[in-house]
Structure formats: C-alpha cells, structure tokens
C-alpha cells in the first residue's frame, strides 16, 4: 500500500511490503527499488520511505510509523506557517529596536532632559511624549529643560509661573523696571522636536526672562507661539524651525545673537516694537504670511539675504544701526519701508519686488546698493534721505563698461578701414 502526502511544497512517500502492488508502487517511484525482472525484490521493497526534494529518508515498513510521520509533517508544516504569519502581523520595529533613550538622573537644578535618538520610531515617541505640565513644574524648581527628538502635548502657559525678582544683568535697563517679572532660569531647549500644543506667555504687563539659551532649531510648533514680552538673555536659535501656525514675538529683547536660518514661519509673524541688541541672521528663511517688523530696533548687523517674503511685509519706523543686509531677497507682495532709518550701509543688490515697494520718507545715512534690483511695479521714493551718492559705484562701473565699448568699436572700424584701403 502506498501513500501520498503532499504539503509544505513537499510530497512524502510511505508502502508498506506485500505481495500485491509492487509494480504499482515501482511505477509510482520510476522503477527505483521494486522488483526486478528475475522477480527478485530490491531494497526498496523491504523499506517504506520519506521523500523530500533534497534528500530520502527510509524506515521500517510499518503503516503505523508512516502515519506517524505524516501527523508530525502537518503539525510541522502548521507551526511553521502560524509563525511566519505571527511575523508578518508584527508592528513595524516591533522585534527589535534601535532606539535609543537618554535621561540623565534628577536632581536639585538639574535641567529636565530627555533625548531620543533619530532611529526611533513614531510610535515610541508618542509612547514617551512629555507633557507640558512637566515643563512648566521643572520651571517652577528653578529647573531649565533639554529635550531632543520628543513630542510634546498640552498648552504651555508660561504666564502661570510665579512671580519672581528681576535678574541684576537687567536692571540697568529702564524699559524693564516695574514690571512684574517671571523667570526660567535655565535654558530652554527643545530640539527636532514636535510641539502639539500651544506655547503663551499672555501677561500684557509683566515681563518673561529666559535667562539660559534658548535653542529651538529643527522643532516643529503645531500651534500658535506667543513669546510677546520676553526678555532673552542669552543667545536665540530658531534655525531650521518651522513654524505652522502664528509666532508672536511683540516687544521682545534679545540681548545676543539671534540665529534663525532656515526657518519656516507661518501665516502671521510679529516683532512689532522688539530690539535686537546683537547680531541677527533671517538669511534663506520664509516668511509664508504677514511679517511684521514694525518699530523695531537692530542695534547690530542683520542679514536677511535670500529670505523670501510671501505676504505682506512691514519694516515701517524700524531702525538699522549696522549693516542691513536684503541682498536676493524676494517680496511677492507689498513691502513697506516708510520712515525706516539706515544707519548703516543698505544692500539691496539682486533684490525683487513684486508688488509695491515703498520707501517714502526712509533715510540712508551710509551707502544704499539698489543695484541689479527688479521692481515689477514702480517703487515710491517720495522724500527719502541719502548723505552718499545714489549707487555711485554701480554709475562708475556702467561708465566703465561704456567706455570698453567705445574702444572696442574705434578698434574694429580701424581695422575694417585698413583691410578696405588694401582691397584698393
């Protein structure tokens, strides 16, 4: 008797002896271990057989062992099948995990810190999201905070802190006396990170001061950001952010460097009345909606080269004590320089308006470069200020190029005159 079980992708053969069904069962097999032509029985009839594709395995001629066989081969085949399935269904990451969590132990002053490497997955940032009533505690504790590649959930009302003393580094400072002051004493650092909730400090009298950096390059802020009222006392990085929603930083202090390259702004941007005390850097960045940057004050060098301005855009009553530099930038709508005071030289070379460009009444007390600019409309330079000759390098240069010309055409008529002459 012979048998036949097929599964896995394999075929198993089991026979038992007998007298009947050997030449069957040789035909079955190919004629490989039946009888011979003398009728002498071979080896393959006194032993029943396993077959696979790559190899042969006989055993007893016992039908009982070749049903045995055959129930393991499905359990087998069964077990194998559950377990690649059980693999499939897995979550992404699931079997094995590179993330990788740093959080230094706490302690008395100890910035809040949790840092998450790039190779965690969205799930486990979600399952180690901080709340931002965790922020504003370690700010009560007189704690700064220091999270890399987090989520962070809920609103952050930072008006909530208690009221504290203003720092000594400000109190030369007479804008900012009398003032009820409150204090994050440390940094402020949210890096490649993502804010779900909104960021405020609504206190429309008192004063925040971050005394610590303040470094949020590559964070993504979901919600609206209102930083109005801030004093920030060490260096700003904004570089590389992005920002869906409105950033609000009204009547803010920035006594350092403000580093900002890169960085996308959202449908509404405000720095109406703030002053830059040092260096500030806008360069490559875009302004998607309105950007306000009324009365403001740059009391150092500002580089906004190659920043693209979407919308509306106002530098009206501001002031420049260093260099302004706008050089390739782009204004697809109207841009507003009215009253704006250049202290310092003013690069505009390669700029483009696309709208209204109006300059009425701005004063440049160094140099203006307006060279190579593209107005698609008409710009407005009704009672504008200048104590330097309107590009008088750009006219050198001009006259230069004019004369080269001029050369260039004596020369040649020379030379057609003399090879005329020899013609003759």
């Keep these: 008797m012979a048998f036949r079980i097929t599964g896995c992708g394999k075929t198993v053969f089991a026979r038992e002896t007998g007298e009947k069904g050997e030449a069957s069962e040789t035909s079955e097999r190919g004629g490989t271990g039946g009888t011979s032509a003398t009728g002498e029985t071979g080896e393959g009839s006194r032993l029943s057989e396993l077959r696979t594709q790559n190899f042969e395995l006989r055993i007893a001629p016992f039908s009982h062992v070749s049903r045995f066989t055959r129930h393991r081969m499905n359990r087998m085949c069964a077990w194998i099948m559950v377990g690649g399935l059980a693999i499939l269904w897995l979550p992404p990451g699931a079997t094995a995990s590179n993330c990788q969590v740093e959080t230094p132990a706490s302690g008395p002053g100890v910035a809040l810190t949790l840092h998450l490497s790039t190779d965690c997955t969205e799930q486990e940032r979600e399952a180690r999201a901080v709340d931002a009533a965790q922020l504003l505690q370690a700010f009560?504790?007189?704690k700064g905070i220091n999270l890399s590649g987090v989520v962070i959930r809920g609103d952050l009302s930072l008006d909530t802190l208690p009221v504290g003393s203003l720092p000594p580094e400000l109190e030369g400072i007479k804008e900012l006396q009398g003032r009820e002051v409150r204090v994050i004493p440390g940094s402020m650092t949210i890096v490649n990170s993502v804010v779900r909730g909104a960021i405020r400090h609504g206190s429309t009298q008192g004063l925040l001061v971050v005394k610590g950096p303040a470094t949020f390059s590559g964070t993504r802020f979901e919600q609206l950001v209102d930083l109005s009222r801030?004093?920030?006392i060490q260096p700003v990085t904004l570089s590389s952010a992005v920002f869906l929603r409105e950033s609000y930083f009204v009547q803010g202090r920035f006594l350092r460097h403000v580093?900002?390259?890169?960085t996308a702004f959202g449908p509404h941007t405000r720095?109406?009345?703030s002053v830059f005390q040092g260096p500030v850097t806008f360069q490559q960045s875009g302004f998607n909606g309105l950007a306000e940057f009324l009365e403001v004050v740059f009391e150092k060098d500002v580089n906004l080269s190659r920043t693209s301005f979407k919308l509306g855009t106002g530098f009206s009553g501001?002031?420049?004590k260093g260099l302004a530099d706008f050089s390739e930038a782009s204004f697809d709508r109207e841009a507003f320089f009215t009253f704006t005071i250049f202290e310092g030289d003013a690069y505009f070379r390669r700029t483009t308006f696309r709208s209204t460009a109006d300059f009425s009444d701005a004063s440049f007390k160094g140099r203006d470069d307006f060279s190579k600019v593209?107005?698609?409309k008409s710009p407005q330079f009704t009672g504008v200020a200048r104590s330097a000759p309107v590009q008088a390098s750009l006219r050198l240069e001009n006259?230069?190029?004019q004369y080269a010309?001029?050369?260039?055409l004596l020369v040649f008529s020379a030379l057609l005159i003399a090879y005329l002459i020899r013609l003759r």
């Design 271 to 273: 720095f109406h009345r």
């Design 374 to 376: 593209i107005f698609e």
């Design 399 to 401: 006259q230069t190029i």
């Design 318 to 320: 501001s002031r420049f």
């Design 405 to 408: 010309i001029i050369l260039s």
């Design 140 to 142: 009560r504790e007189g």
């Design 259 to 262: 580093f900002a390259e890169k």
């Design 230 to 232: 801030t004093v920030f």
